[in-house]
């Protein structure tokens, strides 16, 4: 008998050290990069799931700022708030794009469980970066995931919600809501020419359509400044 809850105490153990860690080999190639070259302060920081770590032309898309990238892939908003001080607050960004939570709608959590862990989030980073800006970028509507996408609007209404409520602490304002959903849909339906072969991730015609709107609310608040041709 001893032996059997012995056993069982070890799987139980090795399984949540697993779980807990799924994304620990992935966090330590950032921080091994950050120890060859550790980014600028004052970035917008670009952070949530596979959308933000497929983003290769960032750095080209946004040349006038400083921007790091740190999505990883199949990340749900948990994963994000889980090691928040590792890839978030240490590099004291003036700003932050985050996208993360289809992943928590495809896994079948309720609707409230990303809402909820986002809020966490954004408790945790004004606590120690109070003037950083968060974006919240809304769910994306994506053809293979057209099943779940009431869900995900369902989520998207409420986030934006809790952002307009909550969008100023202390006169300074720090949290706003980036709907990128319209201009992926055309004639309310998703628009799979800007998808690749899966369906689920974006080609470069996706990535330049949530470069246009998110450039557009970064010029907005004054933390963009357009260049003018000559």
Known sequence: ???????????????????????????????????????????VLFVGSSSIRLWGSL??????????????GGSQ??????????IVTLYKPKAI??????????AKKAVEVPIEDFKKFVIHVRKHLPKTLIYYVSMKPSPSRKNI??????ANQKIAEYCKENSVVDGHKNLGYIDISAVMLQNNKIDKSIFVKDMLHMNADGYAKWTSVIRKRLVKDGLLVEKEEK
């Open 1 to 43: 008998m001893k032996i059997i809850i012995i056993v069982f105490i070890v799987i139980f153990m090795t399984t949540g050290f697993a779980q807990d860690n799924y994304y620990e080999k992935t966090i330590q190639q950032f921080e091994a990069k950050d120890k060859k070259s550790f980014p600028p302060q004052n970035a």
């Open 59 to 72: 750095k080209d898309d946004f040349p006038e700022i400083a921007t790091i990238n740190r999505g990883f």
């Open 77 to 86: 908003t948990s994963d994000v708030v889980y090691f928040v001080d590792r």
């Open 97 to 106: 794009v985050f996208y993360c939570g289809e992943n928590d709608i495809a």
């Open 149 to 154: 996408w009431p869900k995900m609007v369902q």
